[in-house]
Every structure is written in structure tokens, then in C-alpha cells.
């Protein structure tokens, strides 16, 4: 599958099925993660791997939904200000920026290995950090569950290029 094919066709699963995630899918997934561009290449994310089973309860606190405890595997993308390039002229921190291209890798790397992932924000941000015992470093920033679809894509909703395009040229 090239880019353009992998992009068109990743999408927001809702519905897992319990099927273990490979090893080394799995593997490659977090390479991919590894290789992420960051802000000075200083990679101020972490990943925290979480296997659902026995853990839904928890997990339900972060995200309260049926399907975000479904698959096998829950990730949380996690951003390291204190290790996050700053910019000197305003002070702005890329860490954030850097978690979120780190978790872009991931649900790409894992559409390609047929896998589904589903990006979500709106979980409880002291929960999070309750549940996965997170050092006050190590700030919430996505999560995901990882594991094999028991769902089908809608048809996207995407505006236009000409919203989305400022062109100077």
C-alpha cells in the first residue's frame, strides 16, 4: 500500500475484536513511532502500553466508552516538556507537538498493518494519570486503543482544499 492508499484508508474504529496483536506488528508499530520527527530530534514523548485485559474498569475511568477497552491494547501517548525543544523568541514548548506526530506514526504504522486505532483527547486528563501511575513529568496527551477492527469506515467528511489552502504564491 502506498501513502495516499494508507491514508485513505486509516480511519476511527469504534469496534475491536479480542484477537491479540502480533509481536511483531506490534514491533514495527513502535519503531515507526521511534522514528517520528520531533523538534531538535529530542523525541520528548514516551508510550505507555497497556494490555486491556483486567484493566477495563481502569481504563473506563480514562475514557468511558465500551469500545476503547475492546482491543487488546490501549497506548497512551504521553508528552516530556522538561525534555521538549523550547522556542527562544516566545518561549513556545513543541514537546505536545512532538507526542502528536509520534501518535500520527503510530495509528498510520498500524493501519498498515491492518490494524485499528482510534485517536482520542477527550479523556479524563487526572484520571490518566491516576491509572497509568504517570510521573509529574510525563503529561496525558492522546490515546488509543490498538487491535483488529470489528467495524467498517464511514465515507470521510473532509472540507475542501480551497478551506484548507491559504495559497501566497
Same mark, same amino acid.
Given at each position: 500500500?502506498? *501513502?495516499?492508499?494508507?491514508?485513505? +484508508?486509516?480511519?476511527?474504529?469504534?469496534?475491536?475484536?479480542?484477537?491479540?496483536? &502480533?509481536?511483531? !506488528?506490534?514491533?514495527?508499530?513502535?519503531? +515507526?513511532?521511534?522514528?517520528?520527527?520531533?523538534?531538535?530530534?529530542?523525541? +520528548? *514523548? =514516551?508510550?505507555?502500553?497497556?494490555?486491556?485485559?483486567?484493566?477495563?474498569?481502569?481504563?473506563?475511568?480514562?475514557?468511558?466508552? &465500551?469500545?476503547?477497552?475492546?482491543?487488546?491494547?490501549?497506548? %497512551?501517548?504521553?508528552?516530556?516538556?522538561?525534555?521538549?525543544?523550547?522556542?527562544?523568541?516566545?518561549?513556545?514548548?513543541? !514537546?505536545?507537538?512532538? %507526542?502528536?506526530?509520534?501518535?500520527? $506514526?503510530?495509528?498510520? %504504522?498500524? +493501519?498498515?498493518?491492518?490494524?485499528?486505532?482510534?485517536?482520542? %483527547?477527550? *479523556?479524563?486528563?487526572?484520571?490518566?494519570?491516576?491509572?497509568?501511575?504517570?510521573?509529574?513529568?510525563?503529561?496525558?496527551? !492522546? *490515546?488509543?486503543?490498538?487491535? $483488529?477492527?470489528?467495524?467498517?469506515?464511514?465515507?470521510? =467528511?473532509?472540507?475542501?482544499?480551497?478551506?484548507?489552502?491559504?495559497?501566497?504564491?
Amino acid at each position: 500500500m502506498n *501513502f495516499q492508499e494508507l491514508v485513505r +484508508a486509516r480511519y476511527s474504529v469504534r469496534a475491536y475484536d479480542p484477537t491479540p496483536v &502480533d509481536d511483531d !506488528a506490534l514491533a514495527r508499530i513502535l519503531e +515507526a513511532v521511534r522514528l517520528a520527527p520531533t523538534a531538535a530530534s529530542r523525541q +520528548a *514523548f =514516551r508510550v505507555v502500553l497497556i494490555r486491556t485485559e483486567g484493566q477495563e474498569n481502569e481504563l473506563r475511568r480514562i475514557y468511558d466508552r &465500551d469500545w476503547f477497552v475492546q482491543a487488546p491494547l490501549v497506548l %497512551a501517548l504521553c508528552a516530556v516538556p522538561s525534555e521538549g525543544w523550547v522556542r527562544a523568541a516566545d518561549g513556545w514548548p513543541a !514537546a505536545g507537538v512532538d %507526542a502528536t506526530i509520534a501518535m500520527t $506514526h503510530l495509528v498510520l %504504522a498500524a +493501519a498498515e498493518e491492518g490494524l485499528g486505532t482510534c485517536w482520542i %483527547a477527550a *479523556f479524563d486528563p487526572v484520571a490518566a494519570r491516576e491509572v497509568l501511575d504517570l510521573p509529574d513529568d510525563l503529561v496525558p496527551w !492522546a *490515546f488509543t486503543p490498538l487491535g $483488529h477492527p470489528a467495524d467498517s469506515p464511514s465515507p470521510k =467528511r473532509r472540507k475542501p482544499l480551497e478551506k484548507l489552502v491559504i495559497d501566497r504564491r
